[in-house]
């Protein structure tokens, strides 16, 4: 099967990976794992700021990009974008504060406290929105298409990735000593 975007065009047959997995336990399995989060996150990074650049789009950055996705038609907070697990640290508020210069996200203050602003897209920032809706329809198309010829069930991935963060969570808590 050929997945293209823009100017990329890749032949991808997971079968030909699935054959050489390791087990899907042990260090081993949990270290690689982690490994392929990271560098799909990169990659997700690279593939979102081609999709912009293919638009003629030089501004927002890919994580600002990210954030107006998850933005989308909701109205919330910083600290509800934060909390959403997406973003961490002072980075929130930066990018928001770009975001906001840049005229991708309007903002007022909270009816019922005035210390918390509420942020929504602007005109511009739904553009954005609809070029990652758009690349990310592509993407999960080819998703189901491969999961199939697979035989892995697409449930399985993120199934599997919660269960990594619960295991971390549970690690770090001492819950399994």
Known sequence: MKLAHSNIVERVDIRDHAANLPPAYGLGGYVETLMLVERLHRELIDTVKAALEAEGRTDPTAVQALMLYHLAEREMTASELGSRGLYQGSNVSYNLKKLVEGGFVEYRRCTTDGRAVRLSLSASGREVH????????THARAYE???????IAPAALPAALRLIRQSRMAAAAGALA
């Open 130 to 137: 609809g070029v990652l809706e758009r690349l990310f329809h």
């Open 145 to 151: 298409i491969l999961a199939g010829e697979s035989g």
